[in-house]
């Protein structure tokens, strides 16, 4: 099976002063196949925003390669064929982002339509009141402007622009954040229905590693630019590896007692998390990480497959 999505050792560097770098994305590698859900969790300032956008084409990587489908398409949108731009879309945390408010929701799901008129096949939406129906809002919300519109229903209009084209891969970057708790699960619900139907893969990022557990077929965390561990959902939340994936874990709410159990035990994590500017050497977590040694001091440790499936980059694994 090709991978929809393949990113190999990705790098994206941002000038900062004096001839140094931001590493916002530090030799990020993983695979999306179709119809799966990643997960690609991490804090603020780690570097998985920036991965969706060097995807999307918005910023031309440093160094690495993206395939979609083993074909490369490392260059930027704007040098993108349609049938590329159209194959891989990207919802936003903030759905305003996409939705111009003078124009019509009829208007703004038009031109993602009619720019990839030829994609269609028989028995996708192609119209924007079928658009509408098809992430469960009514087809009157043709004739109105975003503005009237609620946050959820906006980022569902959204989510209709994104699908539009017929897409293979959708990057969804924390696309429910903003939204009230009592939305999200509708959103949320309302994506893995469309995944269903129409076999799409998402890279969906987000800081909340417990709204994962229910959605990711894989999950991924990223700290400052690179990924340290990548384990099928199960084996992620049952067998968390990385000191920083168990850091994460712990201090997730339980709600059961089985739960209770599977949880790691309380792991401190020492100070914020670095810049992404001055990133230490070594591995990047050796300053908030309880089990350092000075090896962890010197040597980055490489990623390694431990069992089928569950790559970890830490030392404390051989
Ligand atoms: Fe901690 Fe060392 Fe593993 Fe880094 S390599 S996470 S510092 S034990
Ligand atoms: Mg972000």
Redesign the pocket.
Known sequence: DIPILKLSMLKKYFPYKKGSFVRAVDGVSLEIFRGETLGLVGESGSGKSTVAYTVVGMYEPTNGQILYNDQDISSLYKFRSNEIKGKIRIVFQDPNSSLNPRRTIRQILFTPLKLHKNDRYKGFPASPEALLEEVGLSSIYAYRFSRSLSGGERQLVAIAHAIATNPDLVLLDEPTSALDVSIQAKVINRLMDLQNRYKLSYLFITHDLSLMRNVAHRVAIMYLGKI?EIAQTKEFFEKPL???TQMLLSSIPVVTDEEEQLKPKKITSRGEIPSPVNIPP????????????D???K???DMKELEARHYV?????K
């Open positions: 340290c990385h000191p920083y070594g591995c990047s977590f050796h300053l908030r990480c309880p089990f350092v040694t090896q962890c001091k040597l980055d440790p980059r830490c030392h404390l694994y």
